[in-house]
Every structure is written in C-alpha cells, then in structure tokens.
C-alpha cells in the first residue's frame, strides 16, 4: 500500500501501473524497522529488505515488466516491476486456453490422456484441469505459470504404532492447549505453527567418522551397545546423560572410577550429541510464541509465562518434548553441582550457556538477550514447565464437554430475568447521573414506568 504505483519513463519508452525496486526495498524496510515487538530491529539492514522482496517476487506477488526479464529482484531505480493481479477473468483464461489448446490436445494423445471416470459435469472442471490416467497425477496450465507437476506430492506417513499411548492422549489436547495459549499470546499467524507436524524427528546426532580399512586387517564389528550396569551407573549424571543419548551411556565410562572425571565425561558426551545440530529443540516457528513470553518474563508476570511455557510445551512435537525434558533436567544438574567443574575457564552456568543456548531455542530475528532469558526460565522451571496445566488436565480427565441444550422455557426465564435485570441497572445510573438534566430524567422515567411498569416498581424512586 505503501509504494507508489504510476506511469514511469526509462530508454524512452513509458511503463505504466508499474514500481520501481528501490521504492519497493524503502518500504519493506521502513516497515522491518517498525517491527520493535517481533524482531531484532539492530540487526536489520537493506540487505534484508532486499530478500524479503526477492521472496515476494518468488510467490509471484509481482514480476518484472521485461517480458522475459531476470527473475532475480534487484535494489534499482531503473527495474521495474508490476503486481500480479489477485483474480483472472473468465475472457483471458479462454483467451490463453485457445492459443495452446493445440499444442496440449496433441501431447495428450501421445501421452494417452484420459478424462476422470467419474460421471460429472463438465462445467465443474475448468479447461485448465486435465487428469493423466498414465502418472496418476493432476496437470495444471494456468495463464501464469505454464508447469506441469508430474511428481507426486511429498506426504509424511507416521507410525502411529511407535507412539506412545500418553502421546495419544496428548495428540487429541494439542488443539486445546493451542486455543488456551492463543488467548494468552497474540500471534499475527497461525500457518507457521500448524505446519509443524506431530511426528518431527529428533536432532540428528553428529555423524560418525568414515574409516577405511584394508583387505588384510580383520574388519571391525561394532560393539552392542550393552546396559552397563555398576557403581557409576547409579549416579544421576549417569542415568540424566544416558536418557540425552538415547538410552546409551557415554563411550569410555567403564574404565572411570573418579566421579569428577564421570560426569565431565558425561558432559562432553551430551555436548557432543547436540554440537552438530543446525536446528533447535523448540522449532523456529514458534518464535511469534516465544517473544511474548519473554516480554511476560520482562514485566514480571512469572506465573502466567509459566502457565503460557507448559502450554508451549505440550503443544510440541512428541520427540523434541521429550528431547528437550532430558536435556534441561541434565543441565540443571549440571548447573546446580557446586563440587563438579566441566569446564576449568568457566563456570558451569557459563558453559552451559555457551554450549546449549542455540540448541534450545534460536531464531535468526532474536538476540541472544531474550534467548538468555527464555533459557535462564527453562533451567529454573526445568520440572514445572513440563507438568500439564491445571485446565488441561481438567480436560484430559473428564473429557472434552461441550454445550447442552436448554429447553425453550428455561431460555424465556432466563432472558426475561436478564433484561429486568438490565432494566433495573441503566434506570439506577440515569438516576444517579449528575450530566443528564432533570426535565431528561423525569421523561425517561414517565416512559419506562409506561412500557415496564415491573423495571419500574423494583427502583422502588421516590417523587
């Protein structure tokens, strides 16, 4: 709305309805920039502006002029671009349909095209619509982009067998924590966080060295991964670490018999695990989410951003929940361990915080302040914000309740009740109105004690 849309004059020839890509850069930027609440507005230059145009021009929100122009977006004053229309007629459709009817018909038969063997009317379906009994696949050819998608659509199957029951249950009440946490937080759009799937893996862990090995030495065979069980294996750093990898203990804690040595092995291992990972535990589109619940956390409304993070995190995937439930009751041991150094430079507060901030939550819009302060609430609440919320659990016990229907009777009762009872209270206040004259008073009484004499006798108004 903010750029300027006019007739423009380049080479000597003239462009109409069309926009420039410098004016187009100054807007988004100035509107980044405006974006204080939702974004990290220092770390923002034109460059940025500049991709978020390149973007919008991918989504085919605008084109360039030249008719077989470049489709890289430039920051120029001499580009020029034009916005593509929301809505095509019916005459340019039929229009574009008769030039390449042609050229399509004859593939089709090559290509032995077939119409759907469902009896419809053909006016259901629009010249563009063509269906290929051949690659069980839809074929589009619209005015504006003339592709055909022959690969099928990616579509992600779950096991549902390898879900846990609880997660079953937890799957029904996503719905129910996402409407709870909405009136809490206000998003600006809900497509991010439903596009997250249920099922998300688990971060990758780091990959394993390739070792080459020649004909002559005998080949390794990779160690079972066995449950040790021993004096060590009882430590709570121990068993914390083993549920961070997967069930596995830290390669190389048998031969420890030194318990500051075991648990800086333990770190290292879990740190290890995670230190390749290019995601975060608590996805990336949940950051319209998260920066509220830190400017909660700012204003000192620690209860309701602890009601809004159990809420956060029972609305996460079933795997990086989990993930991330392991990982911060590890480091909160590691955290509250006085006698235990991982690191000889640092302290344990800073090392954790140095090695796990990204891994827990990162955005390329958020400085590391409000992940700090994100992450300092998840190390102190490590236990709490993973206990279901009291509505929630409501909920998970008795079951989703919805409205019953009332009789005819009791809803005339009831909305007789309640317009007495309004009557009643706008008769008290024009009473009690020092702004309303006298003369006004006395009128709107007359006409109320003619059209509700009951309203008016429960005022009990003297004369």
Known sequence: MNVKVCRQRHFLKNYDEVFNGEDLVDSVYQFLKQCTSELDVERIHRSNASKVCQVLMDKKFF?????????????????????????????????????????????????????????????????????????????????????????????????????????????????????????????????????????????????????????????????????????????????????CLDGRHPVGITGLWSLQACKVLCYKSVVERFSCSAESLIPGEYFSICIPIVQM???????????????????????RRKQLQHLLYFLHLVVSDIFVSVD??????????????????????????????????????????????PSLQKVKETGLQFCEKISVEDLETTSAKYTDKCLLDLATSVADSTDIKL?????????????????????????
Request: contains cysteine; proline residues 8%; positive net charge.
């Open 63 to 243: 084109e360039s002029v030249v008719p077989k122009g470049n489709q890289k977006f430039e920051d120029s004053s001499t580009k020029f671009y034009r916005f593509v229309q929301d809505q095509i007629t019916g005459e340019n459709v039929s229009k574009e349909y008769e030039e390449i009817k042609g050229p399509i018909l004859a593939e089709e038969e090559k290509e032995n095209i077939c119409m759907s063997p469902c009896n419809l009317d053909s006016s259901v379906f629009t010249p563009d619509a063509k269906f290929c009994s051949k690659r069980r696949s839809v074929r589009l050819k619209t005015p504006l982009l003339r592709v055909r998608d022959t690969k099928p659509s990616p579509v992600r199957f779950s096991k549902r067998s390898a879900r846990d029951p609880d997660e079953e249950a937890t799957f029904v009440l996503r719905d129910t924590a996402l409407a709870l946490l909405l009136q809490l937080v206000e998003v600006p759009m809900l497509e991010s966080l439903l596009s997250v799937p249920f099922d998300l893996p688990e971060l990758a862990e780091a990959p394993q060295p390739f070792i080459f090995e020649n004909d002559f030495t005998p080949r390794k065979i990779k160690p079972i991964n066995l449950d040790y069980r021993g004096p060590i294996a009882d430590l709570s750093w121990v068993k914390a670490a083993s549920h």
């Open 297 to 319: 956390l700012k204003n000192g409304q620690r209860k309701q951003a602890l009601y809004a993070l159990q809420l956060l995190v029972f609305h996460l995937p079933w795997k």
């Open 344 to 389: 000889k430079k640092v302290t344990n507060y800073e090392a954790v915080l140095r090695d796990f901030l990204t891994i827990v939550f990162k955005h390329p819009l958020v400085s590391n302040e409000p992940q700090k302060i994100l992450f300092d609430f998840l190390l102190l609440k490590s236990e709490a914000v993973f206990n279901i919320p």
């Open 439 to 463: 003369a006004e008073k006395k009128l709107f009484l007359k006409k109320l004690k003619k059209h509700h004499p009951s309203a008016y006798q429960a005022c009990s108004f003297e004369e």
